[in-house]
Every structure is written in C-alpha cells, then in structure tokens.
C-alpha cells in the first residue's frame, strides 16, 4: 500500500515538475515559492495586521509567530525522523543515468524532505488570516494551495510533502486560536462580535 502511495506521488511529481514547464510557470511558481519563506510572509502579514488590525496587531502577531514556531518545530522533528530524501537526491542515479530529469529552480536541495517547511508556512498564514479575515479565505487559502504545488513545481518536494507540511499548518494554527481563546487571550474574526 505504501509503495503504491509513494509510486503515486512520484508520477505526479513528474506530471506537475516536467509538465508544466514553461517561462510563465517559472517565473509565476518561483515568485508563489518565495511567497511562502518565513523572510518573506512574516512581514507581509505584519503589515496586513499593522494596517487593517491595527489595535489588536500584538495579539494576532503573537498568534502568528506562536502557530509558526510549533508548526515549524514539529515539521524539523518530522523531516530528522522521517528522513525522506528530496528529489533530486532519491533520483539522482537515475538522473546520472539520463532516465529522468527534474526541473530545479533555486538552490539545488537533496535531503529532509518530508514534510514541506514552505508549505507549513504558508498554510499557516493562510489560516490565521482565514480566521481574521473569514470574507477572504478562499482567497487565502487559493494562494497557499499554488505556493504548495510550487513546491513540486520548482523540484524541492513530493506532493506528499507538501500534503503534509499543509495539514500541519493548518492544525497547529486551528490549535493555537483554540488554546489562545481558553486562555483568555481572545482572538477575534472578522465575524465575532468585538463590543
């Protein structure tokens, strides 16, 4: 069953990392994939927070950067116990031998694959957003599913990482709203009444 699942994820792998490949997609994929670094999301939902939520920007800042650093904790635990190799590092025999090839943008990455740290992040984001900002999260969440698939896109993960590191991202934060909320650091959406 699980060399089934795995020989699955591989043939997507290549349908989505092979053939999607054209000018537009790298730059589009390139730019979802740099969306989703820590440098890069934490500053922008900053501003988000600091502009349109401005007098609750401490709570829902901490809520963030709470939700990331478990979120990001339990996915290094997981890629040291795992240790599924990236890509380019279980194929590289047969990328030697000419069988296959895989469309690499950024630094070439080898090994820690499972889960996506990227996509954590992402969904991460996606969801404390989602949850401030209940009108937009389909957009949200659309942009956090093509900075996953961007993932594959570039060659640094399986879809399977990516599966994994998304739902991570999205239950730590599920978790950490709940757990603020019981301890009495409410946190509101854009639905709950704030009188």
Same mark, same amino acid.
Do not use: M, N
């Given at each position: 069953m699980l060399n089934a699942i795995l020989d699955f994820d591989k043939k997507l792998f290549f349908a989505i990392n092979n053939g999607w490949t054209n000018p537009f997609n790298d730059a589009l994929f390139a730019s979802l994939t740099l969306l989703a670094s820590d440098y890069v999301i934490i500053p922008i939902m900053a501003l988000i927070f600091y502009f349109f939520e401005r007098k609750d920007f401490k709570r829902n800042f901490i !809520? /963030?950067?709470? $939700? #990331? #650093?478990?979120?990001? +904790? /339990? @996915?290094? +635990? /997981?890629?040291? !116990?795992? &240790? %599924?190799? %990236?890509?380019?590092g279980g194929m590289e025999e047969l990328i030697k031998e000419g069988k296959v090839s895989i469309n690499v *943008?950024?630094?070439?990455? /080898?090994?820690?694959? =499972?889960? $996506?740290?990227? $996509?954590?992040?992402? =969904?991460?984001?996606?969801t404390v957003l989602g949850y401030s900002y209940r009108r937009y999260i389909? @957009?949200?969440?659309?942009?956090?599913? =093509?900075?996953? +698939? $961007? %993932? @594959?896109?570039?060659?640094?993960?399986?879809? #399977? &990482?990516? #599966?994994?590191?998304?739902? *991570?991202?999205?239950? *730590?934060?599920?978790?950490?709203?709940? *757990?603020?909320k019981k301890k009495g650091f409410v946190v509101y959406s854009d639905y709950d009444s704030k009188d």
């Open positions: !809520l /963030l950067i709470s $939700s #990331l #650093l478990i979120g990001g +904790i /339990l @996915v290094h +635990i /997981l890629k040291e !116990l795992v &240790d %599924r190799p %990236r890509p380019l *943008i950024f630094e070439p990455l /080898l090994a820690a694959s =499972f889960p $996506s740290g990227h $996509s954590q992040t992402i =969904f991460t984001a996606a389909y @957009v949200f969440f659309l942009i956090a599913f =093509f900075s996953g +698939i $961007s %993932r @594959v896109y570039v060659g640094a993960h399986y879809p #399977l &990482d990516v #599966l994994a590191g998304g739902i *991570i991202g999205v239950g *730590i934060s599920i978790a950490t709203i709940y *757990i603020f």
